[in-house]
């Protein structure tokens, strides 16, 4: 679970221009394009605000999705005629 806010946060410490090619992915990365956004309001640099929230609308389209899909899918796998099929196997044993 570390690497994950890790590589997150990394991209948005220095422009990703003087950053080695590895830190490339930064730029769908949501703390980069937060970090873009604050710097074009505070400091009023290029306006690169639609870009940036438009990436990061991607990153909550994606997480609602990928949510829903997920919990979809749990509720299925937790149904009662699941448990059952769960559950007879070790019921056997211990009668055995």
Excluded: D
């Excluded at 992915?25 to 604050?38: C, D, E, L």
């Amino acid at each position: 679970m570390i690497p994950i806010p890790t590589a997150n946060v990394s991209v948005c410490v220095f422009p990703l221009e003087v950053m080695p090619v590895v830190y490339r992915y930064g730029k769908g990365a949501p703390f980069y394009n937060v970090s873009v956004a604050m710097r074009t309001v505070i400091f009023g640099t290029k306006n690169m605000v639609g870009l940036s929230f438009g990436v990061l609308i991607a990153w909550v389209a994606i997480n609602c999705i990928t949510l829903s899909v997920i919990q979809i899918w749990a509720g299925k796998r937790n149904t009662p005629e699941s448990a059952k099929t769960h559950l007879e196997p070790k019921e056997k044993e211990q009668t055995a």
